[in-house]
């Protein structure tokens, strides 16, 4: 791990973790936030991820990949994922570079965002709370 | 000064003078002045020599007194010279480093590099740059002579000087270039000038020239410095984030609206992924540019494997990595020019362009 502020926080709230991306990633830096992401699910038996993108100035084609990677993997894990926090800057040059979330929510914001995911886990039917 | 009394103490005959009985005294009177024992040494010596140069004017029995005044004259004379020393100092420091060793022959070996490069100028440049550079014949004069004009004179002065710099660096170094292509790179930096570096592709050449790459770094500073351009040169993930950043901020000089740059930044970001991906080493270019409308050209080079099908490269979905097959169309798409230059084997070269809209 390179010293200097954290890239990339991963915070519990209830039953959700929150991942927070701080500054713009590198590749690599990406693919370490994905591999912490998804074994943070396992260790805090979360049910629901919202992924807090609003730091990004560019969401290019790996870091949508990896995005959508997430909510894939997180979904075989039993969890929800919400990317909240798209810029409309990035949302525009997202869709005409072709690119899209895929099969994974997004919501505008972390409070949209945790809203739909208590929607969600609730609605669940092996929902614990 | 009042002579000590014990004169009387040693009657001496007149004769062959005692000096070693000198010494115990002198030695004690000065040892009692100068606490360092060599420079007591010294002035000990001193005072000797002195009695010793005088015993024959000296009356007898007064050598003792006359040794003992002596050495404190000696020693008052030797803080004086230290004091007049001390306050002369700060002129005599000499400012000039010390002479290196090796700088003699560096010196030579400069010299020789430097008559090495100048045969190699034509006659005809070499006698006018020695005019006006060693003589300081003034362009005009020079103009006059040679049936031309000053701006003409200077314009080839200055060729000339690019010309004695790269044929400096060669002689200076002892190798001759290894392709035909490197003289007229070389030339191109060490003139500074940007469209004829452009013409024979010197940034392609001196990421695969490695004699030039070296050659070239003291040429490359040269050329007015420009504000409108950046260069980062690309090796691992981190550069990717670097170029777009740059490019990002190049772009927002031009007044860019906000949209136009998160395109750009996410251009140059798929484009340089490439350069990381597949070769080895690149380097990205960011211009602005004012003709014929403003606007920035993203220049992204490297000298990998290159891409064996272009056409097929700008397909969406064509993918050779974990990826969406994305990139190039990608950034086609955001970009209002786009351009790929590929030879196999011999690296790729992506050039877009985005135009500002005036409003």
């Known amino acids: 791990m390179i010293a200097g502020p954290r890239l990339f926080s991963i915070l519990r709230q209830g039953t959700c973790l929150i991942a927070s991306i701080h500054?713009?990633?590198?590749?690599?830096?990406?693919?370490?936030?994905?591999?912490?992401?998804?074994?943070?699910?396992?260790?805090?038996?979360?049910?629901?991820?919202?992924?807090?993108?609003?730091?990004?100035?560019?969401?290019?084609?790996?870091?949508?990949?990896?995005?959508?990677?997430?909510?894939?993997?997180?979904?075989?894990?039993?969890?929800?994922?919400?990317?909240?926090?798209?810029?409309?800057?990035?949302?525009?040059?997202?869709?005409?570079?072709?690119?899209?979330?895929?099969?994974?929510?997004?919501?505008?914001?972390?409070?949209?965002?945790?809203?739909?995911?208590?929607?969600?886990?609730?609605?669940?039917?092996?929902?614990?709370? | 000064m009042p002579a000590p009394a014990p004169a009387d103490s040693s009657p001496e005959p007149r004769g062959p003078l005692d000096v070693a009985a000198l010494i115990p005294i002198v030695r004690r009177i000065v040892a009692a002045r100068v606490p360092d024992r060599a420079t007591a040494d010294d002035l000990v010596q001193e005072t000797l020599a002195r009695v010793l140069a005088a015993v024959e004017r000296i009356e007898p029995g007064m050598v003792e007194p006359y040794a003992i005044v002596t050495a404190r004259n000696v020693v008052a004379t030797m803080w004086r010279d230290q004091d007049r020393q001390r306050r002369h100092q700060h002129r005599v420091v000499d400012l000039r480093p010390p002479q290196l060793p090796d700088e003699d022959v560096l010196a030579q070996e400069d010299r020789a590099a430097m008559a090495e490069a100048l045969t190699r100028l034509s006659e005809r440049e070499r006698s006018t740059l020695l005019a006006h550079e060693v003589s300081g014949q003034d362009t005009h004069s020079l103009a006059a002579e040679l049936g031309s004009t000053a701006g003409a004179v200077a314009a080839q002065l200055n060729r000339t000087r690019a010309r004695l710099r790269v044929e400096y660096l060669l002689a200076a170094d002892r190798v001759e270039p290894s392709t035909p292509r490197c003289r007229p790179v070389l030339l191109a930096l060490s003139s500074g000038d940007r469209r004829r570096q452009r013409e024979v592709d010197a940034a392609r050449h001196l990421l695969e020239c490695e004699l030039c790459a070296r050659l070239s770094e003291p040429l490359m500073g040269r050329g007015r410095s420009r504000d409108d351009e950046v260069r980062v040169a690309v090796r691992a993930d981190a550069d990717v984030v670097a170029a777009r950043?740059?490019?990002?901020?190049?772009?927002?000089?031009?007044?860019?609206?906000?949209?136009?740059?998160?395109?750009?930044?996410?251009?140059?970001?798929?484009?340089?992924?490439?350069?990381?991906r597949f070769a080895d080493a690149g380097e990205v270019l960011v211009e602005l540019l004012d003709s014929p409308r403003r606007g920035i050209r993203i220049t992204a080079r490297d000298s990998g494997p290159g891409i064996p099908d272009v056409q097929e490269a700008l397909r969406d979905g064509y993918s050779t990595y974990r990826g969406l097959g994305l990139g190039l169309p990608g950034a086609r798409r955001l970009m209002d020019e786009f351009a790929v230059a590929s030879e196999p084997g011999r690296g790729t070269t992506v050039t877009m362009t985005k135009w500002r809209e005036d409003r």
């Open chain 1, 23 to 129: 500054t713009a990633l590198d590749d690599s830096q990406l693919v370490r936030f994905q591999h912490d992401l998804i074994a943070t699910i396992g260790r805090d038996r979360a049910r629901g991820v919202v992924i807090d993108v609003a730091a990004l100035d560019v969401l290019d084609s790996f870091a949508t990949c990896t995005l959508r990677d997430i909510g894939n993997m997180a979904r075989l894990r039993g969890a929800a994922t919400v990317i909240v926090g798209i810029q409309p800057e990035v949302a525009i040059a997202m869709v005409r570079l072709g690119l899209s979330t895929g099969v994974v929510e997004t919501a505008l914001d972390l409070e949209e965002g945790l809203a739909l995911l208590d929607g969600r886990t609730a609605g669940s039917p092996d929902g614990r709370r």
């Open chain 2, 245 to 276: 950043q740059a490019a990002r901020e190049l772009a927002a000089r031009l007044g860019f609206p906000p949209t136009d740059l998160t395109e750009i930044a996410t251009a140059v970001s798929e484009v340089v992924r490439n350069i990381v």
